[in-house]
C-alpha cells in the first residue's frame, strides 16, 4: 500500500472561482504551479498528467502538486473531473499534448502544454477547446487546430498561452521556467518574450509601465539588485483608474522581486524594493486601502522593519494591515491570523507581553476558526508565543506550547524547535533533560553554516551558547558565543538589538568566567543599543544594566 500525505484543499479552478481572484492573484498563484513543475524536471520526472483535479489549493493559499506516476494505480477518483484513461501514455485527453495524443516521445514541453491549457481554464473558467468525445483521436484533432479559441483574457496573456499551446513542440516554450518567466515578466510590466521583439514594443512597454506618473526601473545582474526611481510626468489622456491600475502593477512586481530575496545580504534589497512599492502605494492613499496589493507591501514592509529592530515603523505599519485586512470582504481568517502574529512579535520585542498575548491567542482562534490547526504557520506562532510566555517567567505554558508544536517539525527544523525546549527546560532547571534534547537536536539539525543566513545562525547557535551556560559548560559557551559574534558584527549594524542580544549573551558568559574585564564592555554595548531602541524601561535594557552593574561591582 502506498502512504501519502493528506491534502485538504480543492482544485485550482474551483479555488479560483469560489475566491472570486483576479487575473493577476490567479497568474501569482499559477506561479507556485511553474515551481513545482519545474522541480519534478529538475529531477528528470516528467508529470505526463498535470489537470486542476490533480493541482489543490489549500486553505492556507498554498498549492500542491499530486499524481506523480501514480496514476494507473489510483484509479478514477476524480468524482465530476475528467479522468485519466490508459493507452501506452496515460493521460488526460483535454490536457494532453498532441505528441502524447499520437503516442509519440514526450519530454518537458508535453507538461508545457498541459500547464497551458490548465492555465487558460483557470483564467477563462473552461478549456480552450471543445472535444466532442473524450477519445484522443477527437483531442488530438482540436488541439493541432494550433491555438484557434485562444483568447483567455486578451492582450500579451493571451500571446503567452498560444505559445504554450503550439501543436509544434519546438516552438512552445522550452521548459516550464521560460513559461514561468514570462508570466513573471507580464506581472512586472516588462516586455515578454512570447510576442515578437522590436524596439517599438520595448518603447511602448515602459511607457505603460509607467503612466502613472512614476517610474521604478528594476536592473538585475546575478543575485544583485540595482534599483532607481526616475521622474516622469503624468499622461494626459491616461484615466485615473487606468493610472492606478498601472501603479498597482508595478508595486506588484517589485513586492515579488522583493520576496525573491533571502538572506541578511537580501534583506537589505528586498526593504529597498518594498519601499519603492510602498511609496507608489501611498501616491493614492484611499485606493491603496482597498488594494491587497498595496496591504502586503505594507504587510512585508513591517515584517522587514521588525528584523531591522525598527519596532516603531513595525508597529505602525502591522497595526494598518490588520485594521485594513479585517474590512476585506471575504478574506481567510488564516491570513488574518498571519497579520495578528506578526504584530504579536513586534509588541513582544517591545515588551508589551499584554498585548502581545492577546494578539496571541487572537491569531490562535483564527487558525481554528479555518480549521488550520495544522498549519505550519500556526506552529511557527506558537513557538514566538512561547519566547513571549518564557520572557514572563511562565515557562510551564511556554512548554506545553512548543510540545504541540515540536510532532509537526521534520530534520533541521525540528532540531531548532527541540533546542528552544532543551532551552525552556534549563530555565526549569531540568538540566539533564535539557542535555539530552541539546544534543538530539544538534543531530537533527546538523552543521549551521553561518553564510546560510545571518538570521537562522546567530538565533540558533546563540541559543546553544546560552544553553551551555546554563548547563556549567562556560568555557564551551564563551567559544560558541565568539563564534556568533564574529557573524553578527559582520551581518549587524553597530546599533542592531540582534547583536545586543550577542553582547549580552558573551558578556553574561565572560562574568560566568570572573572576567569582568571583558564582559564590561560587551554589556555597556548591549544596555546602550537596548535603551536607545526600546528606552529605559524595556525589559532588555532594564536586564542589560543589571549585568553591567554586576560586573562592575
Known amino acids: 500500500f502506498f502512504v501519502m500525505e493528506y491534502v485538504e484543499g480543492s482544485p485550482i479552478t474551483t479555488y479560483c472561482e469560489a475566491s472570486r481572484l483576479t487575473v493577476e492573484q490567479r497568474l501569482r498563484l499559477f506561479r507556485q504551479v511553474f515551481a513545482a513543475v519545474e522541480h519534478a524536471h529538475g529531477k528528470l520526472i516528467i508529470h505526463r498528467d498535470l489537470k486542476p483535479a490533480n493541482i489543490l489549493v ?13 496514476a494507473k494505480l489510483l484509479g478514477a477518483q476524480d468524482g465530476d473531473e475528467l479522468t485519466t484513461i490508459g493507452n501506452n501514455r496515460l493521460c488526460t485527453p483535454e490536457y494532453a499534448s498532441p505528441e502524447q495524443l499520437r503516442d509519440e516521445p514526450i519530454s518537458a514541453a508535453s507538461d508545457v502544454y498541459a500547464l497551458g491549457v ?33 483568447e483567455a483574457v486578451g492582450g500579451e496573456v493571451d500571446e503567452i498561452l498560444r505559445k504554450a499551446m503550439r501543436a509544434d513542440p519546438a516552438v512552445r516554450y522550452h521548459s516550464v521556467e521560460q513559461f514561468d518567466g514570462d508570466v513573471r515578466r507580464y506581472l512586472a510590466g516588462l516586455p515578454i518574450s512570447a ?5 517599438g514594443y520595448r518603447t511602448g512597454k515602459f511607457i ?3 503612466l502613472a506618473g512614476l517610474t521604478a526601473a528594476i536592473a538585475v545582474t546575478g543575485a544583485v539588485i540595482t534599483a532607481a ?12 483608474a487606468r493610472s492606478w491600475e498601472s501603479t498597482v502593477d508595478v508595486a506588484a512586481g517589485l513586492q515579488e522581486l522583493a520576496s525573491m530575496k533571502t538572506g541578511s545580504a537580501g534583506l537589505l534589497e528586498s526593504d529597498a524594493l518594498l519601499r519603492q512599492a510602498n511609496t507608489l502605494c501611498r501616491t493614492q492613499p484611499r485606493r491603496a486601502d482597498l488594494s491587497p496589493t498595496c496591504a502586503l507591501v505594507m504587510h512585508d514592509l513591517g515584517v522587514s522593519a521588525r528584523w531591522r529592530g525598527d519596532l516603531a515603523v513595525a508597529d505602525s505599519l502591522l497595526r494598518r494591515v490588520l ?5 476585506f470582504p471575504g478574506i481567510k481568517p488564516v491570513l488574518l491570523a498571519g497579520i495578528a502574529s506578526d504584530l504579536a512579535q513586534v509588541r513582544d520585542a517591545a515588551g508589551d507581553y499584554a498585548e502581545a498575548e492577546q494578539l496571541y491567542r487572537e491569531s490562535s482562534d483564527l487558525f481554528a476558526r479555518d480549521g488550520a490547526d495544522l498549519s505550519v504557520k500556526r506552529f511557527d506562532m506558537l513557538g514566538w508565543f512561547a519566547l513571549c510566555l518564557e520572557r514572563q517567567g511562565r515557562f510551564s505554558e511556554a512548554d506545553s506550547l512548543v510540545q504541540i508544536e515540536l510532532p509537526s517539525t521534520r530534520g533541521f527544523t525540528q532540531g531548532v524547535v527541540l533546542m528552544h525546549l532543551a532551552w525552556i527546560h534549563a530555565q526549569q532547571h531540568r538540566l539533564d533533560l535539557a542535555r539530552d534534547e541539546s544534543r538530539r537536536a544538534r543531530v537533527l539539525a546538523g552543521s549551521v553554516v553561518a553564510d546560510t543566513g545571518a538570521l537562522l545562525y546567530v538565533k540558533y547557535t546563540g541559543v546553544i551558547g546560552a544553553l551551555l551556560l546554563k548547563l556549567g559548560d562556560v568555557d564551551g559557551a564563551i567559544a560558541q558565543l565568539q563564534d556568533v559574534m564574529t557573524v553578527a558584527s559582520r551581518r549587524y549594524a553597530a546599533d542592531d538589538p ?14 560566568a568566567k570572573q572576567r569582568p574585564d571583558s564582559a ?11 535603551q536607545r531602541r526600546f528606552g529605559p524601561t524595556h525589559p532588555q535594557t532594564i536586564a542589560a544594566l543589571h549585568d553591567l552593574e554586576h560586573a562592575r561591582r
Open 229 to 240: 526611481i526616475f521622474l516622469l510626468v503624468q499622461t494626459r489622456r491616461a484615466s485615473e
Open 195 to 199: 510576442r515578437p521583439d522590436s524596439l
Open 498 to 511: 540582534r547583536l545586543a542580544e550577542v553582547q549580552q549573551a558573551l558578556g553574561d558568559a565572560w562574568l
Open 520 to 530: 564590561g564592555p560587551l554589556l555597556a554595548a548591549a544596555a546602550g543599543t537596548f
Open 208 to 210: 505603460r509601465r509607467h
Open 118 to 150: 490548465v492555465l487558460f481554464e483557470v483564467l477563462a473558467g473552461r478549456r480552450p477547446y471543445d472535444v466532442a468525445s473524450r477519445s484522443p483521436v477527437a483531442a488530438l484533432r482540436a488541439a493541432e487546430a494550433d491555438a484557434v479559441r485562444l
Open 323 to 327: 485594521q485594513i485586512a479585517r474590512g
Open 58 to 70: 489549500g486553505n492556507d493559499g498554498s498549492v500542491k502538486l499530486l499524481d506523480f506516476g501514480v
